[in-house]
């Protein structure tokens, strides 16, 4: 039972366009949402982070917004560059837990 | 100066063999983890600990073994090796504050695999 899904397995956008990355999630529990970048052999970053008591987080060029009535969580990346190129991992989680459950990610390739 | 380090990086090994996977974080973290990424990509988590206890073990075969000797290292040890055992598997840790949530910081994942 998935939890925590990325639908998109992959996104191709043109350098200085918007990336729009999407994240759904069943558990109406998860209270707190993650996005982590993973390049090649890396072990997985922590991108941005938005509390449920929001429902818009920015970070510079990065902007979460979560939607909890229809249980979505997007990323929006403006103006996406060719250093953005990666995977995409939105995580959740829930107050009292440490676990963090992970989507399968997304492969972002910005094209220059 | 590396945050979390796993060591070794590749592992190819033989069904049945033991082996072990080592992870050191220098970030004064509290909370280490262990997780598995198999190759439809899941990222799943298998075993917890804080403070050197054990907080989360995923219904993971007891041939997984975490050990904690103190906050900054958490190894795996795997008993006879299994071919469905090949996979990345990625340590990570954090901070454990009761108020806030607190972002995994990870290591650069062993990629693990049974001939």
């Known amino acids: 039972d998935q939890q925590v899904k990325q639908n998109s397995p992959s996104l191709s956008v043109q350098e200085g366009r918007i990336s729009i990355l999407n994240c759904d999630y069943t558990n109406s529990m998860f209270d707190y949402f993650l996005w982590y970048k993973k390049y090649p052999a890396e072990g997985p970053t922590f991108l941005i982070s938005i509390s449920s008591i929001k429902d818009k987080n920015e970070d510079g060029r990065f902007t979460v917004f979560l939607n909890k009535s229809a249980k979505h969580l997007s990323l929006h990346i403006v103006p996406s560059q060719p250093g953005d190129s990666a995977v995409y991992f939105c995580a959740a989680t829930h107050s009292g837990t440490y676990k963090y459950i992970f989507g399968t990610g997304t492969r972002l390739k910005v094209l220059a | ?115």
């Open chain 2, 1 to 115: 100066d590396t945050a979390v380090s796993q060591t070794p990086k590749y592992l190819v090994t033989q069904m049945g063999n033991d082996k072990s996977i080592k992870c050191e974080q220098n970030l004064g973290h509290d909370t280490m983890y262990w997780y598995k990424q198999d190759s439809k990509k899941f990222l799943k988590i298998m075993f917890s600990y804080n403070n050197k206890e054990l907080i989360i073990n995923e219904t993971v075969p007891n041939r997984f073994s975490p050990k904690s000797p103190d906050k900054a290292h958490l190894n795996l040890h795997i008993n006879s090796l299994e071919l469905g055992d090949s996979a990345v598997y990625f340590c990570a840790s954090s901070r454990s504050d009761r108020v806030k949530y607190n972002e995994q910081f990870f290591g650069p994942g062993t990629r693990l695999t049974v001939l």
